[in-house]
């Protein structure tokens, strides 16, 4: 079972996605904050993460950076979704190094895919 | 800027030892020459030729002359002249002493300082010593007529070649310009003073033979040189103080800021007057005197008490050069060091806040009171140029400070689209995740499911269209369109509507207290009531327990002032000026908890501008926040008619 971290702050958007992934046969754990989210992600860290940008406490793109520095997890799939949509907002996530960036609204079936590309099987 | 190079004291010690050898070396040859000579020359000469020549020596050294020809000065003494004379008059030792009795005191009397004196001396005994033994061994003492003559030509031309060489050597040595240069440069006009000179002694001589009134024929000759040496020179003097102006008005042409102006002006003011000190003051932007200061060494704003006293001085004094002692007591300590200043400019208005004008002052240490008048002419003539670039760099910085609202303007513009555009886009995925997710999952969801995933998409296609709304009446509130239309309202029905309105989301915690002498005004109800809607669900949204008070009340002047308190957690004084700005969510979230739009405190302040009155935001006793909103009794216009007619941009639902 594949296990999907989702960090989001916006509880709707939350439960959009867990609905979703869970009906694809995901494991779906969730945090609202970078805190919590770093926090599962050094105790137990998941098959991939989505990752929310403007997070409360630590953001994502702070975040990433971290996971990104640490060899650990240096190698962890992480999907970018933000509302941030500027042309140099995309590239900066792509410079934290996100394998993929998503911007809100965004499609499922995209989100989907992506996941499926991250994490075969 | 036309001053002497500067030296240090080590190196001014060099050139001391080498001028004290160069001088050694003149003496000696000086000694050795006369020696030689001495054999033929008993004679030293009676008393009063050695007086006589002595004294004219010293008056021609007094006396250069300078004629002009054409766009060409020649300066030359009458030196030459006076050898001629003493060659005829005098044995070898007495042309020498004479020769150096007679530059020593000319020196002295000009105030060359010691070591120049002692050159000046020993260079020209050393010459005079040449030529008399030029003069004896060509023409011998007992030469007569022709031959004599030629004999004194060619020691004046010995004479004259000797000086100027010891002359170019000694520039040469102090460092004043280099040997060739001033060799080269000089030998022309130095050859052509000799020969004026040694002609104008021969003449004498011969006129001497036929009695010692005849040489006075001269006199009218040398009066109208002497006239026209002077006119010479004070000619030269204004072109040279004209050329310096016309080069300072040159380098200070460029942009440049207001403080840098004043010191250039100052800069250049204090070389156009060879001060010390310079001083330059004009009005800046909010039309308060400022100055510049420039020394020797540095450059620094001036204290105002400084600015003070220079401009007083452009008030009383401008245009003359005067005693620092003369000054009263507060402007002399106000003012920089010196022996004399020199001051220029106007001031059309001095008084704080308007001034305009412009003044300078330059303060000296130098005692001579030569050029005063010179000086202060030119300085009157540098002012107008001080005050134009002072008044460009004026310009300069008000199109600087334009420029940088300008960029600032569109930085905000950039960051509040980038702003509106993540606040438009986070909504939007909720309810279009929402409502993709309801098809994909359409069969696979249970009823429960389904009613959260609908409930989503109108919550926030709800809070889209507020958003919406709220930006659309932002932009007509900043751009001053949003029409204001005032009527008589009684204030304690609109703070009990509110609360009414709100009673049921607030759980009944609101209260509302107004005395009677709060009750009526003539406002914008509307904008009134939208202000006081927003205040209280906020109170409502960020206190949850505790009472919502909201007070209407009499203030100071005739104003009203409501206010919203509640007991909540508060806002951090640093953070205060924030709340009221777009978009700021305080954690650094970028989804609003509490389903605000992020502008309802901006709108607030914005609808409050448009009601004339004050909202600010203050702590409540005993924790949590407190708005207040500080109403005129009565609003200016009773209608305020929008710059657009018919654009009302509000909620039309």
Redo the contacts between chains.
């Keep these: 079972m594949t296990r999907v971290l989702v960090v989001d702050d916006d509880p709707n958007v939350v439960e959009v996605i867990a609905a979703n992934l869970e009906a694809e046969g995901y494991t779906v754990e969730t945090a609202a904050d970078g805190n919590q989210a770093w926090k599962l992600l050094t105790t137990s860290p998941p098959d991939v993460v989505l990752l929310d940008w403007m997070l409360p406490g630590r953001s994502g793109i702070d975040l990433l950076a971290e996971l990104r520095a640490d060899p650990q997890t240096h190698e962890l799939p992480v999907v970018l979704l933000s509302a941030k949509a500027r042309d140099e907002e995309i590239w900066a996530g792509w410079q934290a190094g996100a394998n993929y960036y998503l911007t809100k609204p965004f499609r499922l079936e995209q989100l989907l895919y992506y996941l499926k590309e991250l994490a075969p099987g | 800027m036309g001053l002497t190079p500067e030296t240090s004291p080590g190196q001014r010690l060099g050139v001391r030892v080498r001028v004290g050898a160069l001088l050694a070396l003149h003496a000696g040859v000086t000694a050795g020459l006369v020696v030689l000579s001495a054999a033929n020359a008993g004679r030293l000469g009676s008393v009063d030729h050695l007086l006589g020549v002595a004294a004219a020596f010293a008056l021609v050294g007094l006396l250069p002359m300078e004629v002009e020809l054409g766009r060409t000065t020649f300066s030359f003494t009458l030196v030459e002249g006076v050898l001629v004379v003493a060659l005829f008059t005098l044995g070898p030792l007495g042309i020498v002493l004479t020769a150096a009795l007679g530059e020593a005191l000319a020196g002295l009397t000009q105030r060359r300082g010691p070591m120049r004196t002692a050159y000046h001396g020993a260079a020209t005994a050393m010459a005079a010593a040449v030529a008399a033994g030029m003069f004896s061994v060509v023409g011998g003492p007992a030469a007569h007529g022709a031959p004599a003559w030629a004999a004194a030509l060619l020691a004046t031309a010995a004479f004259a070649v000797c000086t100027h060489v010891s002359t170019s050597v000694f520039l040469a040595t102090t460092g004043e310009g280099a040997f060739e240069d001033v060799l080269l440069v000089s030998a022309s006009v130095g050859a052509l003073g000799a020969a004026v000179s040694g002609s104008a002694g021969l003449a004498v001589t011969a006129l001497a033979g036929r009695g010692w009134v005849a040489p006075l024929l001269l006199a009218p000759l040398v009066g109208v040189v002497l006239l026209e040496t002077r006119r010479a020179a004070s000619h030269r003097a204004e072109r040279l103080r004209f050329e310096r102006l016309y080069t300072a008005s040159a380098r200070t042409t460029g942009l440049q800021g207001f403080a840098a102006a004043l010191a250039q002006a100052a800069g250049e003011a204090r070389a156009l007057v060879t001060g010390d000190v310079a001083v330059c003051c004009a009005p800046d932007m909010d039309g308060v005197w400022r100055g510049m200061v420039v020394d020797d060494t540095s450059t620094h704003a001036a204290p105002p008490e400084m600015v003070q006293a220079v401009v007083d001085l452009v008030e009383g004094a401008a245009g003359r050069e005067v005693p620092v002692a003369d000054l009263p007591p507060e402007a002399r300590t106000a003012l920089p060091p010196g022996r004399t200043v020199v001051a220029a400019g106007t001031t059309i208005s001095s008084s704080p806040g308007q001034a305009t004008g412009i003044a300078l002052a330059v303060l000296r240490s130098q005692p001579t009171e030569d050029g005063a008048a010179g000086r202060a002419k030119v300085l009157w003539a540098f002012v107008f140029h001080a005050a134009l670039i002072t008044t460009n760099a004026l310009l300069f910085e008000r199109v600087e400070d334009a420029l940088r609202h300008q960029v600032d303007l569109n930085r905000q513009k950039d960051e509040f689209l980038?702003a509106v555009?993540?606040?438009l886009?986070?909504p939007?995925?909720?309810?279009?995740?929402?409502v993709?997710?309801l098809k994909?999952?359409e069969g696979?969801?249970d009823a429960d499911?389904r009613g959260?995933?609908f409930g989503?998409a109108l919550?926030?296609g709800k809070r889209l269209q507020r958003l919406i709304e709220e930006l659309l009446l932002t932009a007509a509130v900043e751009h001053r369109q949003e029409a204001v239309v005032v009527e008589q309202v009684d204030v304690a029905v609109i703070l009990d509507e509110v609360a009414e309105d709100l009673g049921a989301a607030a759980d009944g915690r609101i209260v509302v207290a107004h005395d009677a002498a709060s009750a009526v005004l003539t406002t914008d109800p509307s904008k009134l009531r939208q202000v006081v809607t927003n205040l209280v669900e906020n109170a409502v949204k960020y206190a949850p327990t505790g009472e919502i008070e909201v007070a209407g009340r009499s203030g100071p002047g005739g104003t009203l002032i409501l206010s919203v308190t509640d007991h909540g957690p508060g806002i951090a004084p640093e953070d205060r000026d924030r709340v009221f700005e777009r978009f700021v969510q305080l954690?650094?979230?970028?989804?609003r908890?509490q389903g605000g739009t992020g502008l309802g405190l901006y709108l607030c302040r914005g609808l409050a501008d448009l009601l004339e009155a004050e909202l600010v935001l203050a702590e409540t006793p005993g924790g949590g926040a407190t708005f207040t909103l500080t109403l005129p009794r009565s609003h200016s216009s009773s209608f305020a008619s929008p710059r657009r007619p018919g654009a009302f941009v509000g909620s039309q639902r």
Aim: glycine share 6%.
């Design positions: 980038a555009s993540h606040e886009r986070t939007l995925a909720s309810m279009l995740g929402s993709e997710t994909r999952l696979r969801m499911a959260r995933f989503i919550r926030q954690d650094g979230s970028s989804t908890t």
